[in-house]
């Protein structure tokens, strides 16, 4: 991950309003502020400190910058290129890409202030929301940070830490359960206490079941999402 460390003087720009941006960055170390030119005024919208995401917009959308980023101490920034990092997308299988994909998109069209550096509310439908909320938790997601590849490591950790601050309070307080993981509860179960494992299994009796063997569910088919299945490209 050395080579994509950008260093930056304090009062270096890292870019320029309107500027076009093939790179998003994330903070290593040190101190962003992004600010906007508003008339002769300049309206600082927040400072970001290590770890936080910024540039997004542009490199996700292909639109000029909506805002300028200054360094206002020395600062460290890793710098994630776009081809390289839609090269690396699309070596993931199909779910996770998708996964990806969807929490840049809702970070990105979420934004977190308007023009004036004014907080604001996420405009989407509440299910929406609650999907992405979801997805946030989700193994799935938490897989995403887990890969061979450092990049898609990197991108993804910021982008749920982003998507969390984007979230309506009452689902940041209260985020929805993860989605059933059959491998997860089965990690669960093998890592209980014996104690626990035999005081949770039913006793044994020689009353037949009530319900015939034929009438069990079959299992989930392999392959089926972990997650609800929605496209923000759609929304």
Do not use: W
Request: net charge positive.
């Amino acid at each position: 991950m050395q080579e994509l460390i950008r260093k930056y003087h304090s009062g270096a720009y890292v870019f320029r309003e309107n500027e076009d941006g093939d790179y998003a960055f994330i903070v290593r170390t040190g101190k962003i502020r992004l600010c906007c030119q508003r008339g002769y005024d300049l309206n600082t919208l927040e400072d970001l400190h290590e770890g936080r995401l910024f540039g997004e917009q542009a490199f996700a959308e292909r639109t000029p910058r909506p805002s300028a980023a200054v360094a206002i101490a020395e600062s460290e920034c890793y710098a994630i290129n776009r081809r390289e990092f839609l090269a690396k997308l699309q070596q993931l299988d199909g779910e996770r890409m998708r996964a990806l994909r969807n929490l840049l998109l809702f970070v990105v069209r979420v934004p977190m202030f308007d023009a004036r550096g004014v907080r604001v509310k996420p405009e989407l439908a509440t299910d929406i929301l609650k999907q992405i909320a979801a997805l946030c938790v989700s193994d799935l997601a938490l897989s995403l940070t887990r890969t061979k590849e450092p990049l898609i490591n990197l991108v993804a950790e910021q982008l749920r830490f982003e998507v969390e601050r984007r979230l309506p309070r009452e689902l940041r307080a209260a985020p929805p359960p993860p989605p059933p993981s059959p491998l997860r509860d089965k990690l669960i179960a093998k890592n209980a206490a014996p104690a626990q494992r035999v005081a949770a299994a039913p006793a044994r009796t020689s009353v037949a079941p009530a319900t015939p063997v034929s009438a069990a569910k079959p299992p989930a088919a392999k392959g089926t999402a972990t997650y609800p299945s929605f496209d923000m490209r759609k929304v």
